[in-house]
């Protein structure tokens, strides 16, 4: 089913996406990478208050999506370089902190820890997939990209970005079904 | 004796590094192709379908067919006959990854220290493999490895009674474990033999063979055709999300080891299996 989605996230819409639902998502997302949550997870540690643990982010998460990019730069003319996900289990260790503070979803590629599934569950998020080495054809749908934080870390950095008709597939969903698990499962099995 | 210039060395590393990035080698593209024509799993044929689409518009438009430009991986065959003048080999290689990962807006994601982690900006040093040998060539081969798929690589050291079996499961095993993280459709590469380092190197190298290229040795060759068909018998697909077409290509490297040993090393490389050689 194919399923077009806004962000900032509407909970309820979500609610009803299906691991394997195919979407195209568009809105406000944000570039986040190893680098930038590493740094984004110590300076909530290192805050005393709720108050201070959500100031300490460069952006207000609530409802919002982190898409784990680091870009080519940006040839003059384009927005953005080729701008494919990278592997999300590399920001397992700092993702369930995240969507307790209400982010909401999260694009990559690849498996997620199962604490990782739990908080989103927990939180009624969802974990998309966008395909992994398509950077070139991705870059085709995001319309504007600015570097918002972190600027030293180069293509690290945190942008935020305004995406038209991204498709993605859903493969974490709110009720914490995993498409890893079932597609290879069901397409074995329409095999026999 | 030969002569040549280090300047001439870092306008061709330039290049490669380029080009390497923003098209694929026939041989890899075809193959891909291929793959879309005969999937069969109704989503893994929807990743084949836009990663055909993806080549063409970074072909099109000039931009990396992937956005993990890589770090530069070398392999460098220096006639033992040839003189070089100006630089040092190995600078005036970095200077071409340095001016190539620049002017062909390319990502640096190179960082000094493992632990400390600060970008060198410049995206080397790159990981240059030397080998001496006759006459009075140099032939440069870059294959510029994302990480993604790196991550996802492994040793094992196994022992000679485990056999032809042995390797087919511990290849097998490296597949099952990097699941959708490596980006399949992979090109696995398999060193087999020497010691602990030499066979992860070998297995770097076989990443570099054309896609249709078959092992001389025809026990070799016949193992990397029965590794393919396991791994295709996965189900894993494209992008893991289920499919016939989970690697595109099987290639292993051997070399002499000693009587205790059978050193195995899987290189897992995503689709972007890129390389590029020149001889000057």
Redesign the interface.
């Known amino acids: 089913m194919n399923k077009k989605i806004q962000i900032p996230f509407d909970k309820e819409e979500l609610k009803d996406l299906r691991a394997?639902d195919?979407v195209y998502l568009s809105g406000t997302v944000y570039s986040a990478r190893d680098?930038a949550h590493k740094r984004m997870y110590e300076a909530v540690l290192a805050a005393d208050s709720e108050e201070a643990k959500r100031a300490a982010l460069p952006f207000d998460i609530r409802n919002q999506a982190i898409y784990y990019?680091?870009?080519?730069?940006?040839?003059e003319g384009?927005v953005i370089?080729?701008?494919?996900p990278?592997?999300a289990?590399r920001m397992d260790k700092y993702t369930p902190m995240l969507l307790d503070m209400g982010l909401t979803g999260m694009i990559g590629?690849?498996?997620r820890s199962p604490e990782v599934r739990e908080a989103v569950v927990r939180n009624g998020c969802v974990y998309f997939?966008a395909?992994?080495?398509?950077?070139?054809?991705?870059?085709?749908c995001i319309v504007s990209s600015e570097v918002i934080a972190y600027d030293d870390?180069?293509?690290?950095a945190i942008r935020k970005m305004e995406v038209r008709d991204f498709?993605a597939?859903v493969v974490i969903d709110s009720a914490g079904n995993n498409?890893?698990e079932t597609?290879?499962?069901?397409?074995?099995a329409s095999?026999k | 004796m030969r002569n040549i210039h280090t300047d001439v060395i870092t306008e061709a590393v330039k290049k490669m590094c380029i080009e390497a990035n923003l098209a694929l080698a026939p041989d890899m593209e075809a193959c891909i192709r291929h793959a879309a024509e005969v999937e069969?799993?109704a989503?893994?044929k929807?990743?084949l379908d836009?990663?055909i689409?993806?080549?063409e518009?970074?072909k099109e438009?000039?931009?990396?067919?992937?956005?993990?430009?890589g770090m530069a991986v070398f392999f460098v065959e220096v006639g033992q006959d040839l003189h070089i003048e100006g630089a040092g080999l190995t600078e005036a290689i970095n200077e071409g990854v340095r001016q190539g990962y620049r002017d062909g807006?390319?990502?640096?994601?190179v960082v000094a220290d493992p632990l400390l982690?600060t970008?060198t900006?410049d995206n080397t040093p790159a990981i240059i493999h030397y080998d001496i040998v006759p006459g009075d060539a140099l032939t440069i081969t870059i294959a510029p490895k994302g990480f993604?798929s790196e991550?996802m690589s492994k040793v094992y050291m196994l022992k000679p009674a485990d056999g032809e079996e042995g390797i087919r499961a511990s290849v097998l095993d490296a597949v099952k474990n990097a699941?959708?993280?490596a980006?399949p459709p992979l090109f696995v590469g398999v060193g087999l033999g020497g010691d602990f380092e030499l066979a992860a190197k070998l297995a770097k190298k076989a990443l570099t063979r054309d896609a249709d290229s078959r092992h001389p040795d025809a026990h070799i060759a016949k193992l990397e055709d029965e590794i393919l068909d396991l791994i295709n018998q996965?189900?894993?697909?494209p992008?893991?999300?289920?499919?016939k077409t989970t690697a595109l290509s099987v290639k292993i490297e051997t070399y002499p080891t000693h009587i205790a040993g059978m050193p195995l090393a899987v290189n897992m490389c995503?689709?972007?299996n890129r390389h590029r050689s020149v001889t000057l």
């Open positions: 394997g195919y680098a990019l680091g870009p080519t730069p940006a040839p384009h370089g080729s701008a494919g990278t592997t289990s590629k690849g498996k997939a395909t992994g080495g398509a950077g070139a054809l991705l870059s085709k870390l180069g293509t690290e498709p597939v498409l890893y597609a290879v499962k069901d397409y074995l095999r | 069969d799993g989503l893994g929807k990743i836009s990663l689409e993806n080549m518009i970074a438009e000039s931009i990396p067919i992937c956005q993990d430009t807006y390319l990502r640096k994601s982690r970008n900006g993604g991550n699941g959708p993280n980006c996965t189900g894993i697909g992008g893991g999300l289920g499919g995503c689709h972007v």
